[in-house]
């Protein structure tokens, strides 16, 4: 999906031949809330990745006689009640929330798809398939996460360094404990569409089930998909924020956009930029995947696209 | 198997039995099973289309899919061109299927709504075969063509068309590997009368062109009566009749037979005065708990006593027709009389 694959306006008999995905992603260019969301997404990750280089601040300098400043040249968005700047907290922050929601967004969704799609085509795995994800349901999330951390957290520090291993521990947590919805939500789609007579007819052309699962039945469950990928992100990066905030999470020292929430959430009144700066980006991340999202649903709907 | 080529007909079909199992309670035990399709038998000759007649749940469309192994018959053979195909598996089954494929009733559900009409048509060129991109698409073409689909239509989505339009890239589809057979269940049912003929029309014309052998499943028996040239009755999973189309609507052999074509509607306003229907009572019995006997005896106006106690077997009545019912069985034909006599008193 790169530029040069994008379809040319042609006309005449001899057009050329265009595949699912080119005209996807013709229409999702076309897509007003899409482009807009993709062009804000960008700017975040943007900011958060260039950052460090443009405010060169180090975002754990404590500068005791600037503390609960407001908004100043010195520090565009404040200091917090330490003398820290809030700005380079929140570029920080941003690396490690997007990087954790997103992570955790990818293997949700991956075993979520997997799951649903194994569970509604292949009958034998149905069963057990399910009552797996009926078991992850059922599973108190906190108390396990308690005992998770517990177990691993010290052997991941040693292994991979306290953030790296706190990081893959965390991801992986998040990622294993929100895959079920999506999971029955597509196993629901699948079982419908595997029934559907173009399914019949690629059978009996004598393609195999994983063509028919990869060409026909994904594309047709990708909405649902979509839904819950954009929704999972938020979800993540305020698991991850609440894991921090009870103490299971990064280091207190180490900034994430849910950790300065929660810090600033005492001192707003004081200093509002606290909690409204890491807030909105938040916000602004969540709304523009939505809206990606969004724009990638109607773009593989060839019902919805052209208008 | 090949011992005679020129006799052996495209397909034969010999006692195939399709059975689905019914799982009942906690412990999901076979309670049972539906008899979709029971003991058929019959053949289509190279280039001959061969109507498959009957109500609404007689075993069909499963007739016509087990053949096409789309489902795996619980029994029986099937043999395409004198190979046996009923017990292929994986790599054979798939080597075969280019010889056979099907056009489905619902043109509307038979296409991927996400895939454009050329990739539609492209996924049994894909499946089958590697052919360059140039050639790929030469191929689309040329089945858009035959099909009478306007070729700028290639990028278009299937739900950009209207039902006839859906129903030719259906067929296109089906033509694209240059099989023998096609399997045409209902083509027609779901599309307006206006676009029926035209439908039908290009059936015929492209087994004219291409020298192709139908199974053309309907309800229909008008349009059978045009497009077969021989017609296969079922009721409830069993062949009740099959016999050359004109001697058949001419002059049905089996009951139920006299009985469907009584309902078929004629154009000649003096012989639509004059035609007495005959209408049968009650309902199709389940195919799970199928009579006793005979199946039709339970709605059978000429029904006697050897009906309810004997299943009758096909019996060949000479002119390729053959029937499967005591009526006919001349053997015994004065058993029959002396039984049915006291039945009528009563």
Known sequence: MTDAAAPTVASGIDTPEHSLWSDVWYQFRHHRGAMAGVVIFALIVLLVIAGPWIWNTDPTYIDVKARNAWPSFAHPMGTDNIGRDIFAQVIQGGRVSLLVGFTAMLISLLVGTLVGVLAGYYRRLDGILMRVTDLFLALPLLPLLLVVIMLFRDTLRAAFGPETGIFLLIVFIIGITSWMNTARIVRGDVLGIKEREFVVAAKSVGTPSRRIILRHILPNVLSPIMVSATLGIANAIITESALSFLGLGFPSDFPTWGRLLFDGANFMTLTPARVIWPGLAISMTVLSINFIGDGLRDALDPRIRGR | ?346
């Open chain 2, 1 to 346: 198997m090949f011992d005679d080529p020129a006799r052996e007909p495209l397909l034969r079909v010999e006692g195939l039995k399709m059975h689905f199992p019914i799982y009942r309670g906690v412990f999901r035990r076979r309670a049972g099973e539906v008899r979709a399709v029971d003991d058929l038998s019959f053949e289509i000759t190279a280039g001959e289309t061969l109507g498959l007649v009957g109500e609404s749940g007689c075993g069909k469309s499963t007739t016509g899919r087990a053949i096409l192994r789309l489902y795996e018959p619980t029994a029986g053979s099937i043999r395409l061109e004198g190979r046996e195909i009923a017990t292929l598996e994986g790599g054979a089954l798939r080597a075969i299927r280019p010889e056979m494929q099907m056009i489905f009733q619902d043109p509307q559900a038979s296409l991927n709504p996400r895939m454009t009409v050329g990739s539609i048509i492209a996924e049994p060129l894909d499946e089958h075969g590697r052919l360059s991109r140039s050639a790929r698409r030469a191929r689309v073409m040329a089945l858009m063509d035959a099909v009478g689909l306007n070729r700028s239509f290639v990028n278009r989505y299937p739900h950009e068309f209207s039902g006839g339009q859906r129903q030719r890239i259906g067929i296109a589809r089906a033509l694209a590997l240059n099989p023998k057979f096609i399997v045409c269940d209902e083509p027609i049912a779901a599309l307006d009368v206006s676009i029926q003929a035209q439908v039908v029309n290009l059936l015929e014309d492209l087994q004219d062109r291409l020298g192709l052998t139908y199974l053309f499943i309907s309800h229909d028996l008008s349009m059978v009566r045009h497009i077969a040239d021989r017609v296969a009755v079922m009721y409830l999973g069993r062949l009740a009749e099959i016999g050359p189309t004109q001697a058949l609507f001419a002059r049905p052999l089996h009951p139920y037979t006299e009985a469907l074509i009584s309902a078929v509607p004629s154009p000649d306003p003096d012989a639509e005065a004059g035609r007495k229907r005959i209408i049968l009572k009650g309902d199709v019995p389940s195919p799970a708990k199928p009579p006793a006997g005979c199946v039709f005896h339970t709605r059978c106006p000429k029904v006697f006593d050897r009906c309810r106690k004997e299943v009758p077997q096909l019996l060949d009545k000479g002119d390729g027709r053959r029937v499967a019912c005591h009526l006919h069985d001349d053997s015994v034909v004065h058993v029959r009389e002396d039984v049915a006599e006291p039945g009528a008193a009563i």
